[in-house]
């Protein structure tokens, strides 16, 4: 007998709400929302062709392929460390900023 799924479509405003959507601890929910503010930042900044993706792959020591994907937005395998050696190599830095999160 077969068995039929039912989905049900769920809206969120916040990285946090998407987290709870998901099933995501707290941790990994921050780790989310950093990582996609850091590929949005990158998507801008590789985009405005300030450097080529060889150039600023050879810099990062990186694809060039893995700075075109970061360049659409697809991070998905890529770590953190790296995406920051991409954003190093196209003459920017990230600074932190830390404060207490929503309850």
């Known amino acids: 007998m077969a068995t039929t799924r039912t989905s ?11 987290g709870h959507a998901l099933g995501l601890s707290a941790a990994d929910t921050a780790e989310m929302e950093f990582r996609s503010e850091l590929t949005v930042a990158l998507s801008k900044i590789i985009q405005s062709g300030g450097l080529t993706h060889a150039a600023i792959a050879k810099s990062a020591g990186t694809a ?9 937005g697809n991070t998905r395998g890529v770590s953190t460390d790296v995406l920051i050696r991409v954003l190093a ?15």
């Open 8 to 18: 049900k479509r769920v809206r969120v405003r916040t990285a946090q709400e998407l």
């Open 64 to 72: 060039r392929t893995r700075v075109t994907a970061i360049a659409n």
């Open 89 to 103: 190599a196209t003459g920017h830095r990230a600074e932190v900023r830390v404060r207490k999160a929503a309850a």
